[in-house]
């Protein structure tokens, strides 16, 4: 956990006193809410469907246990008793009043939080890999990075009303755990031959209306060159970034027109002038940010606790646990613990305030304190004792938070779609419930393996729909809320893009479409350890496209339209 | 004549902002004293503007960048650059350019759709001079420029970031601030 110093503080100290003054002005009409608009969206604002939504960062995912505490009370005192978690590792109040929010402001500053540029044209906060600092195949770790990159493009003068919105993710793992290639600005840590720390450096990929992979920009960027390097990239959008039209705006677009080569050379261009310069970061400034983060404590433990083995030999269901939501540490004897926010009949990522409270005391007992928020919108326990792993699993099935299914197909990603947000064109949560209800028997789930289900109520993507498995999109059909499914989007290493399947569906006929293509899936796989994004990609979308839609040679006429196809 | 925020006061303007005409086109007649002209018709009567008496500046729009006036930059006292909507951020650029790497040392001057929350940002990438929208309070505006007391990146006036000033303060090791 990265603690502020004076200064850090100081400055959301003043940004909760500047911001009180803008919504006072706004309530004494001397900023029209066009003006005012801006403003609080660089503060996570949002007017939404029927009330105002606020965004707090939670820089790189990384949460204290007195942080979630204050998020539990101001969720309480200010808002209904609940938070989302976002695919963002931010968290969402969705009923605070506006008048409330300098005061909602003030509370979290007195735990070193904010909702500083978490909406807005600007730097969002940078999101990394959730076992940052813990994983055993780690390069380097990337909070360190995230955190001087936080710092830099916090309030940045030059960088603040860029063309569109920005996103920067890091990955410090041989695994890529971030998602790189969807992001504006994708890092990806890299070992030269000769030890040296750099980066791959990735622009121009995204979701939304134009999904794309971003390609290398550069090989190898050496650590010193960060913030340079992203000036230059963000020199060459703010200028020619497109900002005539907002479906066009994203630094993808631009990449794409000129061609990954061409804004290559301008990016270059830019930086001869700018490398070498006062920004380049020293060792000194990279081991004083390392010495700001707290350290665990971990005590000399061997690598397998009998007592666990035991346990996870004799106990089913702790076992499926294990295998599903606990993963290994780079310290012998720890593991890091998801607690599952995708429990059956409750909206992907919510939370209740009772909840943050119970998880922030499994924190302080069990994992130094310390939590995180995973992009897949589950929280996480990163320092639990091995040991202890049997009672924390007792702890988290109380609470409703230990549905054994990471990796698995109810591990819904959900934006919280037309129920809360003005921008969708359909509900996401009823659909993530129903596909949840559907697939409820747990040793089916469990046999059809790993499954990422991402679903989107419009085509901002929030809910990641491109890079899911199954990827499920809400559009808008003369008014009435469909939904259009694709597969074989991927996330990580081998990232790729979902492609739409057929024509757009209704909403009761989803869980019908999803179990045909888990049928489907299920025929075809060449045995049980071939996943269905594998078989995907072997066998192709022809065999899941007939099993909806029905084989277009034959009998095109009579299947296609008991789907009701819109 | 209308005011402006000079160096954080306010004062009165001199100058003359000459813009073209509804259908675009450029003025035929050169007016005298302190005029403030569009990069086309300094591109199209730079001689006639120089031989006039009276002093100079030119006016970028957002698209045009410090590049197009980069060998003239001795010919003006003003440049100043519009920012026809406040989100539209391409002049936070043309200033720091102008000032970082073309060393441009006379006044840039902000002009357009320029309110009191732009105005910290746009002095620290080097704008010195700000003509507020229209009905707009400058002396109000004016506490706009210590709403932040300190600043992480470095940036016009303060080329050090902070991280570097940390260690110039304390040269032995690390400042615990």
Known sequence: MYIYDAIDQRLVDERVAQYRDQTRRFLAGELTEEEFKHLRLRNGLYIQRYAPMLRVAIPYGELASRQLRKLAHVARTYDRGYGHFSTRQNLQLNWPRLEDVPEILAELATVQMHAIQTSGNCVRNITTDHYAGIAPDEIVDPRIYCEILRQWSTFHPEFSYLPRKFKIAFNGAQMDRAAVRFHDIGLRAVRADDGAVGFRVLVGGGMGRTPILAPVIREFLPWQHLLTYVAAILRVYNRYGRRDNIWKARIKILVKDLTPERFRDEVEAEWVHLKDGPETLTIEELERVSTRFTQAAYERLPASDPGFEWQRQTNVAFARWVERNVAPHRMPGYAAVTLSLKKTGTPPGDATADQMDAVADLADRYSFGELRVTHEQNLLLPNVRQRDLYEVWGEARALGLATPNLGLLTNIISCPGGDFCSLANAKSIPVAEAIQRRFDDLDYLHDIGELDLNISGCMNSCGHHHAGHIGILGVDKQGAEFYQVSIGGNQGDDASIGKVIGPSVAQDEIPDVIEKLVKTYIERRDSEHERFIETVRRIGLEPFKEAIYGNPHQDSASSARQLAVA | ?177
């Open chain 2, 1 to 177: 004549m209308a005011t402006l925020i000079k160096i954080r006061q306010v004062v009165q303007d001199s100058w003359q902002l000459l813009e073209p005409t509804a259908d675009g086109a450029l003025p035929t007649i050169l007016p005298q004293g302190d005029v403030i002209v569009p990069l086309a018709l300094w591109q199209r009567d730079r001689e006639k503007l120089l031989a006039r008496g009276g002093r100079l500046g030119v006016w970028l729009q957002s698209s045009e960048g410090p590049e197009a006036i980069a060998d003239d930059l001795a010919q003006f006292e003003v440049i100043a650059v519009s920012f026809p909507k406040f989100t539209d951020g391409r002049g936070y650029s043309t200033a720091r350019l102008l000032r970082d790497r073309y060393g441009y040392r006379g006044e840039i001057r902000a002009i357009g759709d320029v309110q009191r929350d732009q105005l910290l940002y746009l002095s620290r990438c080097g704008f010195d001079a700000f003509s507020l929208k229209e009905g707009r309070d400058p002396q109000a505006a004016l506490s706009a420029f210590s709403d932040f007391s300190e600043a992480y990146q470095g940036a016009v006036g303060q080329p050090l970031p902070l991280f570097r000033r940390r260690f110039a303060n304390a040269p032995d090791g690390m400042e615990w601030s």
